[in-house]
């Protein structure tokens, strides 16, 4: 699996839109990008994932570069309870009835969303 | 809420204590799955459930042995544990069927160790 870089920390301001990087320069064409973010003492909340097109759920959007190389993730309107760890992952998709899909966590970015 | 329960929610035990965590899902999915958070430290995984069948072990020691009986319930037993053993132990549940990697967590249980 590729591995990914994300900066450990960054700040917004409540309202303003978060964009999160994140870098995974050595993805492979078959590989997906997923986001998770864990709010303290929580457990980990599936946000969003893809492969090369942009998406958009109710949450955030999803914006890969046309090289793969780099995603962003953008909260669009952030409020407080944004505030969380997120995590950037990449993988394979399993194939039907896989052994198990199993994730392996980064260090992630903790978003501060501030007043 | 995510269909995902977890209890209890907070477990104090003794190092010779035996303890159980417990999992429920009601999502209808057919994966799941133990991670452990320890203080400033990412998720590990620990076990995996699919179709009922453990199909990853990622070395565990064996004082944490685990227990699926169906597709909905997974169990965490707990004997003769460190204080290292102190963390928080998360359920998540999949459609392992899909091939996704979208996992449903459960709240957690805060493990402490004494």
């Known amino acids: 699996d590729a591995k990914t870089t994300q900066p450990p920390s960054m700040d917004c301001a409540e309202g303003r839109a978060a964009n999160l990087p994140c870098n995974h320069s050595t993805i492979s064409g078959n590989e997906y990008v997923y986001w998770y973010r864990q709010i303290h003492s929580q457990g980990p909340q599936y946000i969003i994932h893809?492969?090369?097109n942009n998406e958009t759920n109710e949450m955030a959007s999803l914006i890969i570069t046309e090289d793969r190389k780099s995603s962003t993730l953008i909260l669009p309107h952030a409020t407080l309870r944004d505030t969380a760890v997120y995590y950037c992952i990449v993988r394979v998709m399993a194939p039907p009835y896989n052994a198990g899909n199993m994730l392996t966590f980064g260090g992630g970015t903790r978003l501060m969303v501030k007043p | 809420e995510t269909g995902v329960t977890q209890t209890p929610r907070h477990l104090v035990m003794g190092m010779t204590n035996k303890k159980s965590l417990k999992c429920e899902q009601h999502?209808?999915?057919?994966?799941m799955y133990w991670y452990k958070q320890s203080a400033k430290k990412p998720l590990e995984l620990m076990f995996v459930y699919s179709l009922e069948e453990r199909v990853e072990n990622n070395s565990v020691p064996s004082r944490f042995s685990p227990e699926c009986p169906n597709s909905s319930h997974l169990f965490l037993h707990l004997h003769t544990l460190q204080p290292e053993d102190s963390a928080l132990y998360l359920c998540?549940?999949?459609?392992?069927?899909?091939?996704?990697?979208?996992?449903?967590f459960g709240p957690g249980t805060r493990l402490t160790v004494t």
């Open positions: 999502l209808g999915h057919n994966a």
């Open positions: 893809g492969l090369k």
């Open positions: 998540a549940s999949s459609q392992a069927l899909l091939g996704t990697y979208e996992q449903y």
